[in-house]
């Protein structure tokens, strides 16, 4: 049973250009949570989304952040016009659907770094 | 409203040593409790969880944490430190169901050899 991926594990982007990490859940997980931890901190939750809703995005930047959860295919976490200060690891978790018990445990990816050169 | 506060951001014990990580938490709710461990460029791996059964809970690689609603916490211990231990470890609440995840700031544990 395949865990959480995301790819692409590293991601070099110059400023002004636009970043697109993907994240495919566990299978039979239909919760996805996006996080962002800068050097040396803590995780920050950025997003929660489920199949085609965004449920909870209080944790992201007001302008040039997106995520999206479609009906088929991998949630994507997107940044138009990278700046520096976006250079991060951002993890994606994942946790069982409403239909099944679920205790909060999430289920992490390796995450993907960003660096903004 | 919920939060979580981890005491210490370094730890630093000798290898042999127990450990001790501290975490101080609030919730409106029953709560679910988490620690995670983090190794260098790696995901998040949950140790163990709280989720209103017994108070002492017993998760991976010897580690355990006991639930004190008295004192409204959740402290990691293990009784004798590895090398292979050295990690950030994350406290986290959350409430039933998982909606609203809270996550620590974090506790960097050194191991000494």
């Known amino acids: 049973n395949a865990g959480v991926m995301q790819n692409p594990r590293h991601l070099v982007r110059r400023r002004g250009q636009e970043a697109r990490l993907r994240c495919s859940p566990m299978?039979?997980?239909?919760?996805v949570y996006w996080y962002r931890q800068l050097p040396e901190e803590g995780l920050k939750f950025m997003v929660y989304?489920?199949?085609?809703?965004?449920?909870?995005e209080s944790g992201m930047p007001k302008e040039r952040f997106s995520a999206e959860f479609p009906k088929e295919g991998p949630s994507i976490l997107r940044i138009q016009q990278v700046v520096r200060g976006d250079s991060a690891a951002y993890f994606c978790?994942?946790?069982?659907?409403?239909?099944?018990?679920?205790?909060?445990?999430?289920?992490f990816g390796e995450g993907s770094r960003l660096t903004v050169l | 409203a919920q939060s979580v506060t981890q005491l210490d951001s370094h730890v630093s014990v000798s290898e042999g040593t127990p450990v001790l990580l501290r975490c101080n938490y609030s919730s409106s709710y029953s709560p679910s409790l988490f620690w995670y461990v983090q190794h260098p460029n790696k995901g998040l791996q949950l140790l163990l969880k709280?989720?209103?059964?017994?108070?002492l809970v017993k998760g991976i690689n010897g580690f355990e944490a006991e639930f004190k609603k008295s004192e409204t916490s959740f402290h990691l211990t293990k009784p004798s430190a590895h090398m292979s231990d050295a990690a950030e470890y994350f406290c986290?609440?959350?409430?039933?169901?998982?909606?609203?995840?809270?996550f620590g700031a974090g506790t960097r544990l050194f191991v000494k050899a």
């Open positions: 986290v609440v959350s409430n039933t169901g998982g909606f609203k995840t809270i």
């Open positions: 978790a994942s946790s069982p659907s409403s239909g099944q018990v679920n205790t909060g445990e999430l289920f």
């Open positions: 989304l489920q199949k085609e809703n965004i449920i909870d």
């Open positions: 299978k039979g997980h239909s919760h």
């Open positions: 709280y989720t209103s059964a017994a108070t």
